[in-house]
């Protein structure tokens, strides 16, 4: 059989998979398939108690120093959906769609095995087999006896935006295709809140019975280039969709006032437009949140074959799997390997033999479309309507990062105090002493993901765009502290930033009579870690993009006696042109829905910057409270005039009353 060269395999996908993980079997992608528009579809083979990530490279020349391939990890947490497993890659929030990209190379690990428990979760409706059309509300019910994480809802294993109540989610299935979709959601349970103190928490993730819908609409594929187009950069917005028969259509763009800033209209069985930001003539209109709407009605002319697809279609002849060593080598059919074989160094992927073939003759791939009449499609005629809502440029930034501390292990020593006594020289945490021998642990916080990833979806979802989520150790000193320092402050390139990590206040004072509060990064890589004293950042830069909020979803950080006596002696780290800082005074407690819920608050409901703080504290702590051993008190500190801001309306820093201090109690033990 012909063999040929990595380098002429010219695929605008190539899916490997990772060795044997936790003495299970190895996910072997089985199936690749797209989407009318563009999405990738990835199947593997999966053991039931498992759960998984995905891994993407966009060239096989983006590598680590080392040589190995820099991955850029796209989705994890996803638990095994039987024997079998899929998800999809949409190019959801911030990462580029898969569409474009010239190639994308995948790969699926495993990430953990779930700690079975009485978790359930189900689609309660829509029903199995019913045909829907326009805007449909899903209801997902889940229950356990652990503490419950809120639910995820998938379309074809794309993850959906968020639901506002947790049990209901909203649904254009005018954004998708024509034809047959499988709907199921996702429970996750831990067996206690993550704190400070807690070790051995366990979690288990399960996913609901499959819902096959049809969708069946007039209008289908609405969507638009951006999620947040910039004209200044040269952008325009293509709003596109496709219709199920000829229609006569109008194209409205609508204010927050819902006045139609600009209208356009047209004929056919699609519709494209490139908006260039501005109103009808020409005329400038403000940076904001727009809604795109669409009219459709079907019209006498004769309909036109369109592109659309009825079900996911796969990648058209595909024979067998291929295999190609990863430091170079001929592709050969993935069979020839024998049983047992050590697959690691290897990437796999589906191909036929036709494309083998004329792999070094043509860049292009059959993208798995194929072409369907719109009386093949099951979709209605008449009239419909659709709305999707875009931004002409973000409403604002946001920066974000967090720890694991995903080695439970890593021990370090207190920091010194610079006394000379012996029984003074580490500074002791929490209200105990610290001595030479002392050594500080790090509890695991898987909590501190679901935070910050639900803040980011939550942020996104509310027009702001997400700059920066940076995770573990991607999360360095050097990167937070002030530029005094030395360091690069990363959370002053953003207006809103939200740092999750472990820390303690000092029971002692420093040698020059400061009493500080200290966080605590740690390197997994280095197997170490290190802590940051509060006074080692400096919040707050001027500007477009200018910090003005920041939150420390942190223990004990603004423990009043230490807060105390850091602004005493001028240490806070709040400059003029910071509004607020938002944290904990107590041990604060990681819980679920904590991110979501502060980031609804903020966006959706617009409520001021600290009462979306204190009010997501309160609502996380009501649904979630297993084993909080304590009173949890969230306080903040800035500008007394600031303590009515919302993102949308605030102050300029009055700095001349000098740093105010409130605390607010947001849950009460017992």
Known sequence: MKKLKLVGLLFGILAVFTGQVF????????????????????????????????????????????????????????????????????????????????????????????????LTISVISPTNGSVVSGNITVTVSQSGSNVLNAPLLYLDGQEMNPSADGSNFVINTCESWNGQHTLFAVAKSQSGLESRNTFGITYNRIPSPFVTLSFSNLISDFSFSHEFFQPSLGQTQNVSALFAANCDWTLQILDDDSNAVRTVTGSGTNMSFDWDGTGDGGTNIPDGDYVFHINATTNSDSPMSMMMSPSLSFIDDITELWAVPVNGGDAVPFKIYPA???????????????????????????????????????????????????????????????????????????????????????????????????????????????????????????????????????????????????????????????????????????SDNVKYTYLWVMNLAGNSANYLRLSDFDFGSAGTNGLKWMTLACCNLLYQPNYNSMKSANKMPINSNLHILLGSSTIFWSTPNLGFNYAYNLTWENQQIIAAWVNAGQLSYQENHKNITNTIVYAYSGWANCFADTLKVYQTPNTSGGLAYRTNVVFTYP
């Open 340 to 510: 047992g074989f050590d697959t690691n160094n290897l990437y796999i992927f589906p191909a036929s033999d036709s494309e083998m073939e004329s792999a070094f003759e043509s860049s292009d791939i059959d993208d798995g479309e194929e072409t369907f009449s719109p009386d093949d499609s099951g979709a209605t005629g008449g009239n419909q309507d659709s709305d999707k809502n875009g931004n002409k440029n973000a409403l604002g930034t946001v920066g974000i990062a967090y720890q694991q501390y995903l080695n439970p292990n890593i021990m370090t020593h207190l920091p010194k105090s610079g006394w000379p006594l012996i029984d003074m020289a580490y500074v002791g945490m929490d209200g105990a002493n610290g001595t030479a021998s002392t050594l500080v642990g790090f509890p695991t916080i898987e909590g501190t993901k679901r935070e910050a990833d639900d803040f980011a979806k939550g942020m996104t979802q509310g027009k702001y765009f997400v700059a920066f989520e940076k995770a573990d150790d991607e999360v360095t000193i050097n990167d937070l502290k002030s530029t005094s320092q030395g360091g690069n402050s990363i959370f002053n390139s953003v207006n809103l930033g939200y740092l999750a990590l472990h820390g303690n206040y000092g029971t002692i004072a420093e």
């Open 23 to 118: 003495c299970q079997n190895a996910p072997v992608i089985t199936k690749v398939n797209t989407t009318p528009n563009k999405n990738i579809q990835i199947h593997w083979t999966s053991d039931t108690n498992l759960f998984y990530k995905i891994d993407a490279v966009d060239t096989l020349e983006t590598t680590n120093p080392d040589g190995t391939l820099a991955w850029t990890n796209l989705y994890d947490d996803y638990p095994a959906q039987g024997t079998n497993t899929f998800w999809m890659d949409a190019g959801d929030y911030n990462r580029i769609h898969p569409k474009d990209t010239f190639t994308r190379f995948y790969r699926v690990a495993v990430e953990g095995t779930n700690t079975p428990d009485d």
